[in-house]
């Protein structure tokens, strides 16, 4: 019997695939659609400001036509029953983590239903369509706001609670995220070095498989639901 203390769960749009939302680098992924150069670097923003708007809103238009699936609820459901901490650590934007009930979150790569203000730093949530003429609800300025989600050239947010936190896991689960991007495709590494039990739930193996101790593949309404069902009846043991 295997209880931990304190679990880590990076996830990332594999998760959200089975809900309807495109993965980035799949066939057919989201960047395989739009050029990332263009529309998720501030220098993008800053050139063209209205193309950048506009791929955020047809992506926050699109979040709210799906719904959570069953891997979102099985995490939410292993935060709630679990004896150990639970903290779900995500790279995804969509929110569909928090509509399955999950609250120990960190969003790493920022939230769609945010706004950020370059003239006075609020963050707000924003559910419309934004341009170049939405009013910051903070200090009332125009021109201001952007999405508040992280894009290629920032840090992503929370780093140092995140480090923290993967020195102290004794079981780190990735799932549906294929690695590809610092500094989450590292966090395997670090819990490793922590000494935790690590393990890649995925649909397939992905390139940074070998760093994992063990690994579970198959949709992740599927394999998620499963793997946690497992660590939950160990728990109650
Ligand atoms: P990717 O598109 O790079 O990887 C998605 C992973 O999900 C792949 O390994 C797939 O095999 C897996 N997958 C696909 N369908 C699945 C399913 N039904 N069940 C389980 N796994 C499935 O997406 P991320 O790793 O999340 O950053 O990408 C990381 C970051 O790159 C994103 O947060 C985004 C992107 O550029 C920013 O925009 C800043």
Known sequence: MTVYRNVVILTGAGISAE????????????????????????????????????????????????????????????????????????QNVDGLHERAGSKNMLHMHGE?????????????????????????????????LRPHIVWFGEVPFHMDEIDGLLQQCDLFISIGTSGSVYPAAGFVQIATEYGAETVELNLVPSDGKNLFATGCYGRATEVVPDYIAELVRQDEM
Request: proline share 4%.
């Open 112 to 144: 769609l239903n945010k706004v950020r203000c370059g003239a006075c730093g609020a963050v707000r949530f924003w559910s419309d369509d934004l341009s170049r003429a939405s009013v910051c609800p903070c200090c009332g300025q125009a021109k201001h």
């Open 19 to 90: 809900s309807g939302l495109d993965t980035f680098r799949d066939k057919g992924g989201i960047w395989e659609k739009y050029d990332l150069m263009e529309l998720a670097t501030p220098e993008a923003f800053a050139q063209n400001p209205d193309l950048v708007h506009e791929f955020y809103n047809l992506r926050r238009a699109g979040v709210k036509k799906v719904d959570p699936n069953a891997a979102h609820y099985a995490l939410a459901r292993l935060e709630e029953k679990y004896s150990g901490e639970i903290t779900v650590v995500t």
